[in-house]
């Protein structure tokens, strides 16, 4: 029996509704539980001394002084932990040609960026780490450094590893159709620069880990605020030299990581290392100044594009020339080049077109390292791709609306695969567009931008279409060798007093993973959402599964969460047709009692059924199956990936003395099949608009020419803030991806994927008549201003 | 990052805090709201301070009226100033300043006294008591003394104040009939340090400029005023972009903040003349 997702009166409605967040009132009375509230005994901490310089041979270290420190333990250097740890590599099989060398958890030799840990200190307390590590005296010799990406592969730039040749990570080139000769015979062809800012996460809670090491029983225990603890424990295993089996990993209560925290942090590595030297559990909890310099960065590409259209608008080609710069090391085991080959992946993703040529080129430079962050390579593919069209639009006179129309797949086109071999199974361009412009009255907000202009206003209306990844496929690590699962499980339980436990893959990060699980076992089992608990982030206990990444939580883990609890549900339907001498067929559970499906009268209670089940099993038949658990697996087959849809609009107002931009309103319509939480949904939109709206507006990693970082502070790398944020009117589509019964995709990126473009398009449309355009992100005042003309020094 | 402090201690008055700087052997620092310090500590850009807490001194606390000025005790908060009447009523250029001073968090601890001895280039209380014309007082081992504003910024967090000298408060005149006191800054985030700021007063003994954010110290723009006080804008605005040296960082360059000192300049005109319409 399916569920009839139609039927918005069917019993144990929850899938499509706003139900309360299971962990909400913990997380809002201050009682949830981070690593750093967690205190074992015997713990220590450890500080790490990183390297000042960003790319120096290191000769010598002194650290009899720190030793002396009132509280300091001991002492670790690279070659001391080499010896117990070793090196990864972050290279994947199926990105061909990636290279990168071997890194250690504490740099041996080498430092490569600023930030990079060169030494730990370990001590009774935090502070008195930092007063060790003060005192650590190393000698370094400053070498070349390598920081532009542009240069990075020219014959006078240093080669930042000899031993890999040159600085080239990887390079790919996807060529599809003849764009030369379609560039040759276009009405048009627009050539634009791009450059997206090197951006990191900011997550409220910092990257932390506190690992034990029990030599006793042979196990580590690490505690981590992570995405993917399975991943983590095969990591941890594999370079400390345990036993898989051997090594949990917790991941409780976790403050946000957008993608931050799914990587391996050297820091992180050396710390589980130090624990089992040690023998007693170590804490690292990252400062914000470290968090600015050693977790992951992103999106720092330049773009060279073009694209040929008819004279009707219809796209006849577009050529993509991506170079981004990744730091001295691919990270492990993601690797650094996913976000380039997304965006080859993803540019022109909404458009039914012919030929397509794009390159991404991956160089390595004395920077923190890049990887994935939140959206990873959408923003910059939509803000290419929107980019394009819109000024094509321009060029052909033609309304940005109307371009996109007539080059949106059509809704009844599918399945299909577009010209960068994206298979997409069922998506929903111009039926979002349509709520879109329902939603924004776009007719209406042409008139007040009209009128506006006539006061010296300068008000402007940016689109932006996109494509999201979501539910990865093997395709996405599995395939090139990482131990990185694409599958996930979980297992449904009923207790004695019919209340359900679900244990989970899938993991919170502070997003509603548990909410959604609870509300998905709840109309599976047929209980209330308040009768499940769900249990989360303990490799140990929970089926294995690949954790918060490329917005799967729901797609996967929660099409496994459902497959599990129908066939607890068909278990306990079994029993209480024993006992109730009916036909299972017949009965069905609503709200936690066995009733008779067709009339609704209540039969007998979970409680009633778990009494007999669990303390007087001799009532049963003999041999009559009793298992009140049950576990299921889910993978996606048929696609690679699921991808979603969805169009944004952005309504700003350019300041042309100032250059400052001011939000005036918002608008997303995306399409994530099936929403089984519309609230969770729409501020996982939101939030992802607000982190869009900081790449778009704020967010700029500065270095200086020789790699040092120069904004590593909330004062001054620029987040976006509740005061500058405009209102987000959201919509849905919903097109079920037919994969799972559940029918969910991702909607955790949609937000950031469109969001820069969206600002980009409605800023140029504001500077367009005063022949001014911008395509440097982040939008500063100065870079608008300098684009009008107005400052030229 | 945790802090290293050398000690603690709190200062029941000013005699008791002027001793215990004294014993401090150099290393004493005043704490009143904390809103820079103890960030520096944190980040352990300083180490080893004998922090002094002044900030129960009841008697640097408050506003009252003294005459033809009002007198404001060092410790008054950012968020007491925003909201007091008689500031409303004779220095209404504070109380516009408060709107753009960081966030309620921060203005509910920081001091104006606090912000004057920081001397932080781009914050708005340095350039308003300049404006204003503010003497501030000070205390220290050898008495008291007072100091015009115009003599009190000496360069980037560095004041003329003597070591160990207490910022006990300052004196602004009252707006007299007709005066306009207008401030205006832009910044990249409401709360954020502006990337240029202007305060501009109009007295009948002519117009005071003061600009920050825009140089190591806020400085009084004098070639602007005196062509502000002849009636001519254009040059006001020319005479002000030759006379600052605006630095550049990682939110804007120094011509982006020169051009903005004109605008800035054209819309408190601007503001002000509108207030005589």
């Given at each position: ?5 139609g ?6 409605s929850?899938?499509g509704?706003?139900v ?8 809002v009375?201050?009682?949830?539980r ?6 074992l005994p ?6 790490f001394?990183?390297?000042?310089f960003a790319?120096a041979?290191?000769?010598g ?7 002396g420190?009132?509280g ?5 250097t690279?070659?001391d932990?080499?010896e117990?740890?070793?090196p ?6 199926h990105?061909?040609?990636l ?7 504490l ?10 840990p ?12 930092e007063?060790?590590a003060?005192?650590?005296?190393v000698?370094?010799d ?8 542009m ?12 031993d890999?040749?040159?600085n080239l ?13 379609a560039?040759?015979?276009?009405h048009?062809?627009?050539?634009a620069?791009?450059?997206?800012a ?6 409220p ?10 030599p ?10 992570t995405?993917a603890?399975?991943m983590?424990q095969?990591v941890?295993a ?14 409780g209560?976790?403050g ?9 942090y ?14 007693r559990?170590v ?11 050693t ?6 590409h330049e ?8 004279a ?7 050529d993509?020339d991506d170079?981004?710069g ?6 492990y085991?993601?690797?650094?080049a ?7 992946n993803l540019c022109?993703g909404?458009y039914d ?6 390159r ?5 430079q004395?920077k ?5 962050y939140?959206?990873?390579?959408h923003?910059?593919?939509v803000?290419?791709t929107e ?19 007539r080059?949106?797949?059509?809704d009844d086109a599918y399945?299909?695969t577009?010209?960068a071999?994206?298979?997409f199974?069922g998506?929903?361009h ?5 709520k879109?412009?329902e939603?924004?009255d ?8 009209a009128?506006a202009r006539k006061?010296g206003k300068?008000r402007?209306i ?5 494509i999201?990844?979501?539910?990865p496929?093997p395709?996405?690590y ?6 990185i ?12 007093d019919g209340?359900?436990?679900?244990l989970?893959?899938v993991?919170?990060q ?9 509300q998905?076992v ?5 209980v209330l959402?308040s009768s499940?608990r769900?249990?989360?982030?303990d490799?140990q ?6 954790g918060?990444?490329a ?8 099409e496994?969460a459902?497959?599990a609890?129908?066939?607890l549900r068909?278990?306990i339907?079994?029993?209480a047709?024993?006992?109730?001498q009916?036909?299972?067929?017949a009965?069905?559970?609503r709200d936690g009692?066995v009733?008779t ?6 039969r007998?209670?979970l409680?009633?059924?778990g009494?007999?089940v669990?303390?007087?099993g001799?009532?049963l038949p003999?041999?009559?199956?009793r298992?009140l658990?049950q576990?299921?697996h889910f ?8 991808f979603?849809?969805g169009?944004q609009?952005?309504?700003?107002e350019?300041?042309?003395?100032t250059?400052v931009v001011?939000?005036?309103n918002?608008?997303?319509v995306?399409d ?13 939109i939101?939030?992802?608009?607000v982190?869009?709206?900081g790449?778009a507006?704020?967010?700029e990693?500065h270095y200086d020419?020789?790699?040092?970082l120069?904004n590593?502070?909330?004062?001054d790398y620029l987040v ?6 405009p209102?987000?009117q959201?919509?849905?589509v919903e097109?079920p ?10 909607a955790?990126?949609a ?9 980009m ?5 504001a500077?367009?008549?005063l022949?001014?355009?911008?395509t440097?992100m982040p ?5 608008i ?9 | 990052m945790?802090a290293?402090?050398?000690?603690y201690?709190r200062?029941v008055?000013v005699?008791h805090?002027l001793?215990?700087m004294a014993g401090?052997a150099?290393?004493?620092r ?6 820079s310090l103890v960030?520096a ?7 080893g ?11 640097l ?13 060092a410790?008054t ?27 309620a968090a ?13 001397a932080?280039?781009a ?5 308003c008591?300049?404006a204003l014309?503010?003497t501030?007082h000070a205390q ?10 115009e003599e009190?910024?000496e360069d980037?967090f560095?004041?003329t104040?003597?070591e160990g ?5 300052l004196?602004?005149p ?11 800054e ?6 954020d340090?502006?990337l240029?700021?202007?305060c ?8 005071r400029l ?7 110290v806020p400085?009084?723009a ?7 006080d002849?009636g001519?804008l254009?040059?006001?605005v020319?005479?002000?972009?030759a006379?600052?040296d605006?630095?550049?960082?990682t939110?804007?360059?120094?011509s982006?903040r020169r ?10 005109v601007?503001?002000i003349e509108?207030d005589?319409?």
């Amino acid at each position: 029996m399916s569920i009839a997702f139609g039927n918005p009166d069917r019993p144990n409605s929850y899938i499509g509704k706003t139900v309360p967040r299971p962990n909400a009132r913990k997380l809002v009375q201050g009682r949830g539980r981070y690593v750093d509230d967690i205190v074992l005994p015997r713990m220590v901490h450890v500080a790490f001394v990183r390297s000042p310089f960003a790319h120096a041979r290191i000769t010598g270290i002194e650290a009899e002084a720190a030793k002396g420190v009132k509280g300091v333990l001991r002492v670790f250097t690279g070659a001391d932990l080499a010896e117990v740890c070793t090196p990864w590599v972050g290279v994947l099989a199926h990105l061909k040609g990636l290279k990168s060398p071997p890194q250690h958890a504490l740099a041996v030799d080498r430092a490569a960026w600023v930030g990079e840990p060169v030494v730990a200190v370990v001590a009774t307390s935090r502070a008195a780490a930092e007063d060790g590590a003060a005192l650590v005296e190393v000698d370094y010799d400053p070498l070349p450094v390598v920081t532009d990406t542009m240069t990075a592969l020219d014959a006078d730039t240093p080669v930042l590893h000899p031993d890999l040749g040159d600085n080239l990570a990887f390079r790919r080139l996807h060529e599809e159709g003849d764009v030369a000769a379609a560039m040759a015979s276009a009405h048009k062809v627009i050539s634009a620069r791009f450059r997206t800012a090197r951006h990191t996460g900011v997550t409220p809670e910092p990257r932390s880990i506190l690992v034990d090491w029990s030599p006793a029983d042979g196990q580590m225990t690490a505690y981590h605020a992570t995405q993917a603890p399975h991943m983590i424990q095969t990591v941890l295993a594999a370079h400390l030299d345990l036993p898989e089996s051997r090594v949990r990993v917790i991941c409780g209560d976790v403050g946000g990581s957008y993608g931050i925290k799914v990587h391996v942090y050297p820091d992180e590595v050396a710390t589980a290392a130090i624990a089992k030297v040690m023998g007693r559990p170590v804490k690292f909890i990252a400062d914000r100044l470290e968090s600015f310099s050693t977790d992951i960065h992103a999106r720092d590409h330049e773009i060279e594009a073009k694209i040929a259209v008819d004279a009707e608008g219809r796209i006849l080609a577009m050529d993509v020339d991506d170079w981004t710069g990744i730091g001295p090391y691919s990270v492990y085991p993601r690797t650094s080049a996913i976000e380039g080959n997304q965006v080859v992946n993803l540019c022109g993703g909404p458009y039914d077109f012919a030929n397509y040529r794009a390159r991404t080129t991956v160089v390595f430079q004395n920077k923190t390292p890049t990887c994935q962050y939140r959206a990873v390579g959408h923003p910059i593919a939509v803000a290419i791709t929107e980019g394009l069209v819109d000024m094509a639009a321009a060029a052909l006179g033609m309304d940005p609306v109307e371009i996109r129309r007539r080059n949106m797949y059509a809704d009844d086109a599918y399945p299909v695969t577009s010209p960068a071999k994206m298979r997409f199974e069922g998506l929903s361009h111009h039926a979002s567009m349509d709520k879109l412009m329902e939603m924004m009255d776009y007719d209406a907000l042409r008139a007040d931008q009209a009128e506006a202009r006539k006061r010296g206003k300068h008000r402007g209306i940016g689109i932006a279409s996109f494509i999201e990844l979501t539910n990865p496929s093997p395709f996405m690590y599995g395939i090139g060798g990482a131990r990185i699962s694409a599958q996930d499980g979980c297992t449904v339980r009923m207790d004695p007093d019919g209340s359900i436990v679900a244990l989970s893959g899938v993991t919170e990060q502070g997003q509603g993973t548990e909410a959604m699980l609870s509300q998905v076992v709840a109309e599976g089992v047929g209980v209330l959402p308040s009768s499940v608990r769900v249990i989360t982030g303990d490799t140990q206990v929970t089926p294995y599964g690949g954790g918060t990444w490329a917005s799967r939580g729901a797609g996967i883990g929660g099409e496994a969460a459902l497959q599990a609890a129908r066939a607890l549900r068909q278990s306990i339907l079994e029993v209480a047709a024993a006992m109730l001498q009916a036909d299972a067929g017949a009965l069905d559970i609503r709200d936690g009692q066995v009733v008779t499906a067709e009339t609704g009268e209540q039969r007998l209670p979970l409680e009633e059924l778990g009494r007999i089940v669990y303390f007087r099993g001799d009532t049963l038949p003999k041999g009559l199956p009793r298992e009140l658990v049950q576990t299921r697996h889910f993978i996606t087959m048929d696609y690679p990936f699921a991808f979603t849809n969805g169009v944004q609009a952005s309504y700003l107002e350019v300041d042309t003395d100032t250059g400052v931009v001011t939000l005036l309103n918002h608008w997303c319509v995306e399409d994530c099949g099936r929403v089984i939480n519309p609230q969770l949904v729409d501020e996982q939109i939101r939030g992802g608009i607000v982190q869009g709206l900081g790449g778009a507006l704020y967010e700029e990693i500065h270095y200086d020419s020789e790699g040092q970082l120069l904004n590593g502070s909330m004062a001054d790398y620029l987040v976006p803030m509740a005061a500058e944020m405009p209102d987000m009117q959201i919509g849905h589509v919903e097109t079920p991806t037919k994969e799972s019964e559940l029918g969910a995709k991702g909607a955790g990126e949609a937000g950031t994927a469109g969001a820069p473009a969206a600002v980009m398009n409605a800023i140029n449309d504001a500077l367009r008549p005063l022949g001014a355009q911008v395509t440097e992100m982040p939008f500063t005042p100065e870079r608008i201003l300098r684009a009008l003309g107005t400052i030229q020094d | 990052m945790k802090a290293s402090a050398g000690g603690y201690a709190r200062a029941v008055d000013v005699p008791h805090a002027l001793e215990l700087m004294a014993g401090s052997a150099g290393a004493g620092r005043y704490l009143a709201g904390g809103q820079s310090l103890v960030a520096a500590l944190n980040m352990r850009l300083s180490e080893g301070d004998m922090l002094i807490d002044i900030s129960r001194i009841a008697d640097l606390s408050g506003i009252r009226e003294d005459g033809d000025h009002l007198r404001i005790g060092a410790l008054t908060r950012h968020a007491d100033i925003g909201r007091d009447a008689l500031i409303r009523t004779h220095a209404p250029l504070l109380s516009d300043a408060v709107r753009h001073i960081a966030h309620a968090a921060i203005r509910n601890r920081g001091t104006i006294g606090g912000a004057l001895a920081h001397a932080d280039p781009a914050a708005e209380f340095p350039a308003c008591a300049l404006a204003l014309g503010a003497t501030l007082h000070a205390q220290g081992g050898t008495g008291t003394r007072d100091i015009a504003a115009e003599e009190f910024f000496e360069d980037v967090f560095t004041t003329t104040l003597a070591e160990g000298e207490i910022l006990t408060g300052l004196s602004v005149p009252k707006a007299e009939a007709g005066e306009v006191q207008v401030i205006e800054e832009v910044a990249r985030r409401s709360g954020d340090y502006a990337l240029t700021g202007l305060c501009l007063v109009r007295r009948a003994a002519g117009h005071r400029l003061s600009i920050f954010s825009a140089g190591p110290v806020p400085m009084l723009a004098r070639g602007a005023m005196a062509a502000l006080d002849a009636g001519d804008l254009d040059a006001a605005v020319e005479a002000l972009r030759a006379e600052i040296d605006p630095p550049s960082d990682t939110q804007a360059s120094g011509s982006y903040r020169r051009h903005l000192a004109g605008v800035l300049l054209r819309r408190a005109v601007k503001r002000i003349e509108g207030d005589r319409a």
